[in-house]
């Protein structure tokens, strides 16, 4: 099977099942090229046609026993906009506070929203009742509904990366403050609130691993071999080999 490196998808023998080269190659470098977009957007407006695509691309994630709990809601006005914005001042504020005093100077000169930049916004959330009466997969793991709306929020990201369409997700923001703005019903959960539209260029590298704020860590040194903190290098070498061959410092964020 093919795996993941900067010129692409290499392998021998792939799958029967596999796309075709030139399909797995697009696949992996819509992976590779993704970016959570904040300062570089265009007002210019997404098509109609292009934003469903990527709706739909998200209403086909995997859900856990197909409950599909995902809304999605399109938010273009400026006055509501305006107030998500007032949201998110007031928690960036409250983030900003709980920083190491070392660390303040360097986060307030990060942009990390562009909600009224972006010509489009939308919230994604999760109707926890929907088909309630038929729970498969959440006795044990009653959150899986949350990660299937995650899953969709990726299926979006990545299509719209395929449009040429940049995507920020707005985690500082109190979700009560979202519910309240866009009349979200008690008992659905705010997942998502992203910025999306045309962008100027999309980085080459994640804004804050260029910023330094973090560095990439080494998949090598996140998978383990059969038990929690065993050396994939010991265990499975020749799979430890194939993941240090990839791409390092370019990856998703």
């Known amino acids: 099977m093919g795996y993941l490196q900067e010129g692409g998808v290499v392998g021998i023998d792939p799958s029967p099942n596999a796309l075709p080269k030139a399909q797995r190659e697009g696949v992996y470098e819509a992976i590779?090229?993704?970016?959570?977009?904040?300062?570089?957007?265009?007002?210019?407006?997404?098509?109609?046609?292009?934003?469903?695509?990527?709706?739909?691309?998200?209403?086909?994630?995997?859900?856990?026993?197909?409950?599909?709990?995902?809304?999605?809601?399109?938010?273009r006005q400026e006055k509501t906009r305006q107030g998500i914005h007032a949201a998110f001042e007031e928690a960036h504020a409250r983030e900003a506070v709980a920083m190491p005093m070392a660390r303040r100077g360097a986060y307030g000169r990060i942009k990390l929203e562009g909600i009224l930049e972006a010509p489009l916004n939308l919230c994604v959330t999760c109707d926890r009742s929907r088909f309630s009466d038929l729970p498969v997969g959440r006795t044990a793991q009653p959150d899986c509904d949350r990660y299937s709306v995650v899953c969709a929020v990726q299926n979006l990201?990545?299509?719209?990366?395929?449009?040429?369409?940049?995507?920020?997700?707005?985690?500082?923001?109190?979700?009560?403050?979202?519910?309240?703005?866009?009349?979200?019903?008690?008992?659905?959960?705010?997942?998502?609130?992203?910025?999306?539209?045309?962008?100027?260029?999309?980085?080459?590298?994640?804004e804050l691993e260029a910023a330094g704020w973090l560095p990439r860590l080494p998949l090598e040194r996140l998978v383990h071999a059969e038990r929690w903190g065993a050396d994939v290098a010991r265990g499975w070498p020749e799979l430890a080999a194939a993941l240090g061959n990839g791409t390092q410092g370019k990856g998703e964020a």
């Open 32 to 75: 590779r090229r993704r970016r959570d977009i904040r300062g570089q957007f265009l007002p210019d407006p997404v098509p109609e046609g292009v934003l469903a695509r990527i709706l739909r691309a998200a209403h086909l994630a995997p859900s856990v026993g197909f409950m599909q709990a995902w809304d999605f809601i399109v938010v």
């Open 157 to 206: 990201w990545l299509a719209a990366r395929a449009e040429g369409v940049g995507v920020g997700w707005v985690s500082i923001v109190d979700p009560n403050a979202v519910k309240g703005s866009l009349g979200i019903p008690e008992g659905v959960k705010v997942i998502a609130y992203l910025c999306m539209g045309y962008v100027t260029h999309f980085p080459e590298r994640p």
